[in-house]
């Protein structure tokens, strides 16, 4: 049974589906892999920051980001960054890329002002950093706190999954509360 299922509301059904992800044996890869759809993912023993997430809305609300995020994208898809150089949407992997995650939850009105006060994030909400070298990074905000007060935030930096505290240890760049409307499931 999954720890989601013993949540009184949506943002502790993240936090406990987030912190399940932490007991998974994932090892971080990022290679491109070929889903089916809707409903994909990479093999249950990879995978990067942005499956946490992906799989985290999965198990606790039933909502698959990639099929939302490729919907937007194939309908708006110069609303999406242009990174990398597409010409058109890729199912596979638009939803795996945290410019493109950042990009859907602030279409979704999702996006909340970044702060240095601990108090303004919530357990269940989205942050994301600018990590060395530019590279784009995210993570779910923890029920749990250090001792001084700073929520942990659950992710996958490189060595699988885990909760520690990596707020404000690095600049945020957004901060997002995403509840999908109930409609929205697969």
Same mark, same amino acid.
């Given at each position: 049974?999954?720890?989601?299922?013993?949540?009184?509301?949506?943002?502790?059904?993240?936090?406990?589906?987030?912190?399940?992800?932490?007991?998974?044996?994932?090892?971080?890869?990022?290679?491109?892999?070929?889903?089916?759809?809707?409903?994909?993912?990479?093999?249950?023993?990879?995978?990067?920051?942005?499956?946490?997430?992906?799989?985290?809305?999965?198990?606790?609300?039933?909502?698959?980001?990639?099929?939302?995020?490729?919907?937007?994208?194939?309908? +708006?898809?110069?609303?999406? &960054?242009?990174?990398?150089? *597409?010409?058109? !949407?890729?199912?596979?992997?638009? $939803?795996? @890329?945290?410019?493109?995650?950042?990009?859907?939850?602030?279409?979704?009105?999702?996006?909340?002002?970044?702060?240095?006060?601990?108090?303004?994030?919530?357990?269940?909400?989205?942050?994301?950093?600018?990590?060395?070298?530019?590279?784009?990074?995210?993570?779910?905000?923890?029920?749990?706190?250090?001792?001084?007060?700073?929520?942990?935030?659950?992710? +996958?930096?490189?060595?699988? &999954?885990?909760?520690?505290? *990596?707020?404000? !240890?690095?600049?945020?760049?957004? $901060?997002? @509360?995403?509840?999908?409307?109930?409609?929205?499931?697969?």
């Amino acid at each position: 049974m999954s720890l989601a299922a013993f949540a009184q509301t949506p943002a502790e059904e993240i936090v406990l589906a987030a912190r399940e992800r932490t007991f998974s044996g994932v090892r971080y890869d990022g290679k491109y892999v070929g889903l089916t759809y809707p409903g994909g993912d990479v093999p249950a023993d990879i995978g990067v920051c942005t499956d946490v997430i992906i799989r985290t809305y999965r198990n606790a609300l039933g909502f698959d980001f990639q099929k939302a995020v490729h919907e937007d994208m194939k309908a +708006n898809f110069s609303a999406y &960054p242009e990174i990398w150089g *597409l010409s058109r !949407t890729d199912r596979n992997i638009d $939803h795996r @890329r945290v410019p493109n995650l950042e990009a859907f939850l602030g279409r979704r009105g999702a996006r909340l002002t970044v702060t240095t006060k601990p108090e303004n994030y919530l357990p269940g909400d989205l942050v994301t950093w600018r990590l060395a070298g530019n590279l784009p990074h995210i993570g779910v905000v923890s029920d749990k706190k250090t001792p001084s007060g700073i929520p942990l935030i659950i992710h +996958n930096i490189g060595s699988g &999954p885990k909760e520690d505290a *990596l707020l404000f !240890t690095i600049p945020t760049h957004r $901060h997002y @509360r995403f509840l999908p409307p109930k409609d929205a499931a697969p």
